[in-house]
């Protein structure tokens, strides 16, 4: 079975550019998490979706959102870039029965986003 | 507001030799998960510990978890070059119903030394 999926794996942008960013969780995995990793403050939740809603979301301003497909494939964007947006985005998914949730998180390789 | 503590942050250890990191967290939580990064790549699930006393091994590892004491640890058993990577705790965060929003620990680098 193929992982979790995450397009594109490296990014270069400039200030005040926006972004997309990818993911395809696991085959009847239905809900996504999204992950900022930077080395000054670590792992950080940005958001969850499960069935096309956001269920949750971290303490990240507007300019970063996200949608969820229905076919769960995930997009985040984040808008009007900046240098500190600068990290490794990890999409994590998620197997679904129901309303019931598994444990485990199952993480992508992650987009290397740079921001100059 | 839950925060996740690990130490130490950084272990360097020799071949052979056993340590343990420990992972404290400030709230109520019946579960804590472990994962391992190795360097530029992502997570791997390690361990899901879902109630109190739950101890769980793989190989030269082996977790438990002390949900009275808020604390879990993961023990390294005659350690070998191949697990050297960061190690990181994750605890749920406090929420109304399921939700995959993970508080992380700040990891520990572990670096083993032939």
């Known amino acids: 079975k193929a992982g979790v999926t995450q397009t594109p794996r490296y990014l270069i942008k400039t200030r005040g550019q926006q972004v997309t960013l990818s993911c395809s969780p696991i085959s009847g995995h239905r809900s996504v998490s999204w992950y900022q990793q930077t080395p000054g403050q670590g792992l950080q939740f940005l958001f969850e979706y499960f069935s096309e809603t956001q269920r949750n979301k971290g303490n990240f301003p507007g300019r970063f959102s996200g949608r969820q497909f229905s076919n769960s494939r995930s997009e985040m964007n984040v808008s009007t870039l900046e240098l500190g947006d600068s990290a490794l985005y990890l999409c994590a998914s998620r197997f679904t029965a129901g309303t019931v949730f598994t444990d485990t998180q199952y993480f992508g390789p992650g987009t290397r986003l740079t921001v100059l | ?114």
């Open chain 2, 1 to 114: 507001e839950l925060k996740v503590e690990q130490n130490p942050l950084f272990l360097s250890m020799q071949e052979g030799k056993n340590y343990t990191i420990y992972c404290n967290y400030s709230t109520t939580s019946d579960r804590l998960y472990w994962y391992r990064q190795d360097p530029g790549k992502s997570l791997e699930s390690l361990f899901v510990l879902l109630s109190n006393g739950a101890v769980k091994q793989e190989g030269r590892l082996m977790a438990s978890l002390d949900t009275k004491a808020r604390l879990s640890t993961l023990h390294i058993t005659a350690a070998v070059h191949d697990l050297s990577a960061t190690y990181f705790c994750a605890v749920p965060a406090p929420y109304g119903g399921a939700t995959n929003k993970l508080i992380f620990g700040t990891g520990t680098l572990l670096a083993v030394q032939p």
